[in-house]
């Protein structure tokens, strides 16, 4: 009777709690708004944007006339030569796992973009600010909306210096990517010299800041890429390369220390097989390179390998990078001495974001997809 009764409850309690969630989901994707619907009257003080006021294709995507942002106190203006597109700008077509953070009808933040690199056109009032950098100084760093004319960025937060030997292009290839191969390695991996390190999507914009880096640490680098980026991951560095479209990797008798994979599309216990007692995996790509209809099968899988890892010695690990500046500082420092060389694969114009993005969705990319922010001024 007692656990009839406990069932009966449970039962309600639970249709209760499902029936507030679909009403406070129903409410909340109503509610859900944007600039765009507020916004009608044109820019005081214009500067060209990338906007999306809603999700979808890159189709949704338009170079806009936005107001031109005015630094605060701690703020730098920056004028934006080029910026760079990474798979994280892919969330523009809403995928409904995260729309609760992004907003669940339409994008609470317009606009579009993290890497950037530009020269400081002026400094906010606070000394700290000032201190650090003064207007003229060529920088890079990450911040959301950096696919325009202009950005303001917190001068103590992820903005650094450009190293001189680096281009614009080259710097604003950097942040997102590297600082992903470098936490990764470093942070998560903990990379050691002498380590055995196999890259998986040793070809895409974090793999080859991956293959260069982990080559900084004075390891021996397997690269895993397919046919026709063989050379390019050799001439960055790798020790190793292995053809994806030939072999599998999972099948060789090769162990490693450390698993940087971009890709996840092997099982936990493929992995594990080639992990040297107590190695690490270090899973950062997110549901793989490009936008296709297997992610959300290949983060049930990191998912599951993550929880499986817990019963073994070999760790299994995810993590979402964090810019800061410490870190760009350490990559500028690896650029300058000429350890990490940024590879561009591609160079559009602010104009043609659209095409950037659907070519990054495509999922095969050779090291960036820059755009050119300056040329856009120009013409
Ligand atoms: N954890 C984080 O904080 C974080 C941060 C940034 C990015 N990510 C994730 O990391 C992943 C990679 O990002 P990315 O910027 O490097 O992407 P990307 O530049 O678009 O990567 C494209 C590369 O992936 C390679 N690739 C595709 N299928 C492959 C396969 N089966 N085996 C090996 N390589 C393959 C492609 O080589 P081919 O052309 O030769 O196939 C191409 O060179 C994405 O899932 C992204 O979401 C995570």
């Known amino acids: 009777m007692k656990i009839k009764r406990i069932l009966k409850w449970s039962t309600c309690a639970i249709l209760v709690v499902l029936i507030l969630a679909f009403l406070v989901g129903f409410v909340a994707y109503w509610r859900?708004?944007?600039?765009?619907?507020r916004n009608t009257g044109t820019p005081a003080n214009p500067m060209k944007a990338i906007v999306h006021c809603e999700y979808g294709?890159?189709?949704?995507?338009?170079l806009e006339d936005v107001e031109k942002p005015v630094p605060n106190d701690n703020q730098l203006l920056v004028r934006v030569r080029a910026a760079s597109v990474?798979?994280?700008d892919l969330t523009i077509r809403g995928p409904w796992l995260i729309r609760p953070i992004l907003g669940m009808r339409k994008p609470k933040d317009t606009r579009l973009g993290v890497d950037y690199a530009g020269i400081v056109e002026a400094v906010g009032k606070n000394p700290a600010a000032g201190g650090q950098f003064k207007p003229g100084d060529e920088v890079f760093g990450g911040k959301n909306g950096a696919l325009a004319d202009y950005v303001c960025v917190l001068a103590d937060r992820s903005v650094a210096l450009k190293p001189a030997n680096m281009t614009f292009e080259q710097a604003a290839?950097?942040?997102v990517a590297a600082i992903t191969a470098l936490q990764g390695l470093r942070d998560k991996g903990k990379i050691?010299?002498?380590q055995k390190v196999l890259i998986n999507g040793a070809s895409g914009g974090v793999g080859t800041f991956a293959v260069q880096i982990a080559k900084s640490f004075g390891t021996e680098v397997t690269g895993v890429c397919s046919t026709r980026n063989l050379d390019m991951v050799r001439s960055i560095g790798a020790d190793h390369v292995i053809d994806y479209t030939k072999e599998d990797f999972t099948k060789t008798d090769q162990r490693y220390d450390l698993i940087f994979d971009l890709v996840g599309n092997h099982s936990f216990s493929e992995r594990?097989?080639?992990?040297n007692p107590n190695g690490i995996c270090v899973m950062a790509g997110i549901g793989g390179a490009g936008w296709h209809d297997g992610i959300g099968m290949r983060?049930?899988?990191e998912l599951n390998a993550y929880v499986a890892s817990r019963f073994v010695h070999e760790k299994f690990i995810t993590y979402i990078a964090r810019l800061n500046k410490a870190d760009l500082i350490i990559l500028g420092d690896l650029m300058q001495t000429g350890k990490v060389t940024p590879?561009?694969?591609?160079?559009?114009?602010l104009s043609e974001v659209p095409a950037a993005l659907r070519y990054l969705e495509e999922g095969h990319a050779r090291g960036k997809v820059v755009i050119t922010v300056e040329r856009d001024n120009k013409t």
Not at 32 to 37: G, P
């Open 32 to 37: 859900s708004t944007n600039e765009c619907d």
């Open 57 to 62: 294709t890159p189709d949704v995507l338009k």
């Open 86 to 88: 990474n798979p994280l």
């Open 173 to 175: 290839a950097v942040p």
């Open 192 to 194: 050691q010299p002498g």
């Open 272 to 275: 594990r097989r080639i992990l």
């Open 299 to 301: 983060l049930l899988g």
């Open 343 to 349: 590879v561009i694969d591609r160079r559009y114009k």
